[in-house]
């Protein structure tokens, strides 16, 4: 259920059991399941479920996924008979089978979705509120011009890419920021766990004098196309279509184009800035070797963009995730060197040793878990399955062997590289370091790096830091890490003058 496929892992690898919300229960109908149910997944991610029935006496209900922004979600089918119940929510390929236990107050099951089943228990509860207020969100009327624009890519059939094109008022042409997303088919606000972050930075751009373009990514929102089966490459010719498209246009200031990326988006503005001659696509992540068409781009801002290859990043966020969970150095030490083997296998495009590396791993974090909440072989088994599911596509493979130093060694353009001291996701230390010292080898004099405290991956000012928090927080983009952006911007571009 979560967005992208770093998201999804850091879910997978997070803790096994199913835990039950805390709230205490309230007394239960007999034998019946209406009223409002609560758990969460892996103790990280709430889901809500709430069954009525009609006049005419048949079941029906929805599902919260509050952590990540979702509410009220018609469930297609609800079956409750003989204790068992079965939901049916189609659009996600997912579902719910429980058993309702003798007390009324539990229902005992597993979440079903893409192939996968973990444990879930729902308790009795009161409904949860509603989602939190996004005050950095503004609406209409702005003190700008937007404009709803769509454009082809020329290099990928059937590929039509939609968005929104902000315009600051007075005299252009003006400097263009376009922003790429991050891993996984995201609409133009990069909307995730209930917060728009692209709405809330192109927004504030666009008041300080940049104009901003943000699209929704190949077979999202208004685009055409498929995302599955893509790789970063293609994503990449995505946006230089919108660069591009950007050049095409009067209001903007064709030497002043420059791109934002957000964590895979940071690994894609490189790749679309470097070698701009060249009039084809072609990536070796193995060795390197890019070959990129694209116009002249002006400056990158890199938001949480990789700066290690992808296999080495991957077991970075797999510790990290792990550690905050609470689990001990000794257990850390053991699954960091299975996690290094599983995705060195998944780089060298290995699947029977990934498969069975996943394997090893998964049995290494049940293991840390109490003897009370382990899973049973068969969920053991499933978890293992879906880890290798998810791993085991194209993207995946892809950024695996990807190494973005090549790349960054040959970034002529003035980079403002950020990251969030508590990003888990995107680890700033490493690749920070990663980002600065390929710039540096590369020769590239105008750089500015820096490692942004007490700001999480999505630039939230965090308390637990946690994947469960993102949703929870009000706040979507730190004002402070809004304002390096548009001040860097501004002086790079001569708005400052």
């Not at 109908?29 to 149910?37: I, L, N």
């Not at 029935?53 to 469930?75: E, H, I, V, W």
């Not at 008022?169 to 766990?193: H, W, Y």
């Not at 840390?368 to 293992?384: G, I, N």
Request: glycine share 10%.
């Amino acid at each position: 259920m979560l967005r992208s496929p770093v998201l999804a892992l850091a879910l997978l690898f997070g803790s096994v059991a199913a835990i039950a919300a805390p709230s205490p229960p309230v007394a239960p109908p007999a034998r019946d399941v209406t009223g409002h149910w609560r758990g969460s997944i892996d103790g990280m991610l709430r889901i809500v479920m709430h069954f009525e029935r009609g006049a005419d006496g048949s079941l029906r209900g929805t599902m919260d996924s509050p952590d990540q922004g979702a509410f009220g979600l018609a469930l297609d089918t609800v079956v409750f008979a003989r204790d068992s119940l079965r939901c049916e929510l189609r659009r996600i390929r997912g579902g719910f089978d429980a058993h309702l236990t003798p007390a009324g107050d539990t229902l005992r099951g597993h979440w079903r979705q893409a192939g996968a089943s973990v444990p879930l228990t729902l308790a009795r509860g009161a409904a949860v509120a509603a989602a939190p207020a996004r005050p950095q969100e503004k609406y209409p009327p702005y003190p700008y011009d937007t404009l709803a624009v769509s454009f082809p890519n020329t290099r990928a059939a059937s590929v039509t890419l939609a968005g929104t094109l902000t315009l600051p008022r007075g005299k252009g042409p003006f400097p263009c920021a376009l922003l790429i997303t991050g891993s996984g088919p995201e609409d133009r606000d990069e909307t995730v766990f209930g917060h728009r972050p692209f709405r809330v930075l192109a927004d504030h751009l666009t008041r300080q004098g940049i104009a901003v373009l943000r699209m929704d990514d190949r077979g999202v929102g208004g685009s055409t196309g498929a995302s599955r089966g893509a790789t970063s490459v293609d994503f990449a010719s995505d946006a230089l279509a919108g660069v591009e498209f950007l050049r095409t246009r009067a209001e903007i200031d064709k030497r002043r184009i420059g791109l934002i990326g957000h964590s895979e988006g940071g690994m894609i503005a490189p790749l679309v800035a470097t070698n701009w001659k060249n009039t084809t696509l072609d990536v070796d992540p193995a060795a390197g070797v890019v070959q990129v068409a694209s116009a002249d781009v002006a400056f990158i801002v890199l938001l949480a963009g990789p700066g290690v290859r992808g296999d080495s990043l991957m077991v970075l966020q797999t510790i990290a995730g792990r550690r905050a969970l609470g689990v001990t150095e000794a257990s850390l030490a053991r699954e960091a060197e299975v996690a290094r083997r599983a995705f060195a296998a998944l780089a060298a495009a290995d699947s029977a040793a990934t498969a069975r590396e996943m394997h090893a791993l998964v049995e290494l974090q049940v293991l840390s878990l109490p003897e009370s909440a382990r899973p049973d072989s068969a969920d053991r088994a499933a978890l293992a399955h879906s880890a290798f599911g998810t791993l085991w596509d194209p993207w995946m493979r892809w950024f695996a062997a990807y190494d973005p130093a090549p790349v960054l060694k040959r970034v002529r353009v003035p980079v403002l590289a950020l990251n969030g001291a508590k990003d888990f996701q995107v680890t700033p230390r490493e690749n920070l370091a990663g980002i600065e010292m390929a710039l540096k080898a590369g020769g590239n004099r105008d750089y500015t790096v820096r490692e942004l405290p007490g700001l999480n991956h999505l630039f939230q000012t965090c308390t637990s830091c946690t994947l469960a928090e993102y949703s929870q927080l009000e706040e979507t983009f730190a004002p402070s890490a809004l304002t390096i952006v548009s001040d860097w911007i501004r002086a790079k571009t001569g708005l400052t003058r």
